[in-house]
């Protein structure tokens, strides 16, 4: 029943996600994320969903841990250092925008750091950390709500970046012309 409850949630928040994010793409000017306006609502809009999935993901690891046949050394070889590496990049980044510009606040064009690599260093990242966390638990049921959630970031910046050309113009036409969208 637990199990149940947790997947519905996961699946339902990231088909939420998903389908804002794939109404944003399909009408820009009628976008739902990010935001057209950083409002006291924004971050309970952007973070409470973010943190209940990954909260979600966490649970149904612990639950079904070891569920899987997974190797110790796949386990604990690839999938803690997925984690780890993806939270130091996350936090990182966080830690130079701040938790308001990474949830859609006004601020300025991030081109250093990791974003000299990749135009999504953050996405990458999380994407990281799931898969870590897939990989780690050898849960099925983080698998699919995982899968879900790769979904998910992957598709985030295909409504971000036009955000991002309408807000920076050619400073970010021309960065996007330098840096990949994920490598």
């Not at 928040?13 to 399909?26: E, F, H, K, R, Y």
């Not at 966490?58 to 604990?76: H, K, M, N, Y």
């Not at 997925?82 to 990049?89: Q, T």
């Not at 750091?113 to 135009?119: A, F, L, Q, W």
């Amino acid at each position: 029943m637990m199990h149940s409850m947790l997947v519905a949630l996961g699946l339902g928040i990231a088909a939420m996600t998903l389908a804002a994010i794939l109404w944003s793409i399909a009408f820009p000017a009628r976008r739902i994320g990010p935001p057209k306006r950083y409002t006291a609502l924004t971050p309970f809009l952007v973070w409470v969903p973010t943190f209940t999935l990954f909260g979600v993901l966490i649970l149904l690891g612990v639950l079904g841990w070891a569920d899987l046949a997974i190797l110790s050394w796949v386990r604990f070889g690839v999938g803690l250092p997925l984690i780890l590496f993806g939270n130091i990049v996350v936090w990182m980044e966080v830690s130079h925008f701040g938790v308001p510009q990474t949830g859609g606040a006004k601020g300025t064009l991030r081109t250093v750091g990791m974003y000299r690599y990749s135009r999504n260093p953050q996405y990458i990242a999380d994407i990281g950390i799931v898969s870590g966390w897939m990989i780690l638990s050898a849960a099925p049921w983080a698998m699919v709500v995982g899968l879900a959630g790769i979904a998910v970031l992957i598709a985030a910046p295909f409504s971000e970046e036009p955000w991002l050309k309408d807000k920076y113009g050619s400073t970010f036409e021309q960065y996007a012309t330098r840096v990949g969208r994920f490598f």
